[in-house]
């Protein structure tokens, strides 16, 4: 049954692999992006594969700007029943030194922004009585990371709202669980080993027990089976997607 699906940062890395995964099950898809350049390409290459997608510029800590982006994917695909969240923002500093202002922006973006979008997303899912929200968290809320607090604690807010919103939304037909990458292959990894901040490829795989980093195409093959209706009985749940690095 083809739907609708909204994908946060869906311009590049997870996001982009989950649009085409999504696309490939027969939805339609709404990729939402800060980079609206990005969101268009990747709405563009879909497209081209015979997908029904839109790409949209937005900034997801912008409540006013996630409103008017869901509102246009109601009017040009149809309401929402299924929602990714993608979109985040990673960020280093030892704790002492961490600026209020890196905090509160990390937590923007990855907790508040997952926040405006399951709340727009919700009414079209109680509407039509089923609903999938698969958030994106990250092994950083499970084991903690030095010299990234702020974006432990904010992907850790996300797998509590997943386990509240599961409780609460269960009775209506819509599930909400995580996936907590770790070890997966994204083009920010890459800028943060440009930078020097992250070690090697080959250094980040000897710490995986299967031995090689994962791909965006292996966090879309579980976000695709959480989307379906064979997991309607998984809801609530944090299901690692890391090669073993976190068990």
């Not at 999938?132 to 968290?137: D, F, H």
């Not at 669980?177 to 080959?202: F, V």
Request: glycine share 12%; aromatic share 4%.
């Amino acid at each position: 049954m083809s739907r609708v699906a909204v994908v946060t940062g869906g311009g590049s890395g997870m996001g982009e692999s989950t649009c085409h995964e999504l696309g490939r099950r027969g939805h339609k898809v709404a990729v939402l992006d800060l980079d609206e350049a990005a969101a268009q390409r990747v709405a563009d290459d879909l497209r081209a594969d015979g997908v029904t997608a839109v790409g949209i510029g937005a900034d997801v800590t912008d409540r006013q700007v996630m409103a008017d982006s869901f509102a246009t994917v109601r009017s040009e695909l149809g309401p929402t029943t299924i929602l990714v969240t993608s979109a985040g923002l990673f960020g280093f500093s030892p704790f002492v030194d961490l600026r209020i202002e890196d905090w509160e922006r990390v937590i923007a973006v990855n907790l508040t922004g997952t926040f405006h979008a399951c709340q727009l997303a919700v009414p079209d899912m109680l509407d039509a009585g089923w609903g999938r929200i698969i958030m994106i968290s990250s092994s950083s809320a499970q084991r903690g990371s030095p010299e990234m607090a702020h974006y432990a604690a904010s992907k850790g807010g996300v797998v509590s709202l997943t386990r509240s919103l599961a409780r609460e939304y269960a009775p209506h037909g819509i599930t909400v669980n995580n996936i907590p990458p770790s070890g997966i292959e994204t083009p920010m990894q890459h800028q943060q080993q440009a930078a020097g901040i992250l070690p090697p490829t080959e250094q980040m795989a000897a710490n995986i027990p299967i031995g090689h980093l994962g791909t965006g195409d292996d966090i879309a093959a579980m976000v695709g089976f959480l989307s379906s209706d064979e997991a309607g009985f998984i809801t609530g749940q944090t299901i690692g997607v890391n090669g073993g690095a976190v068990m």
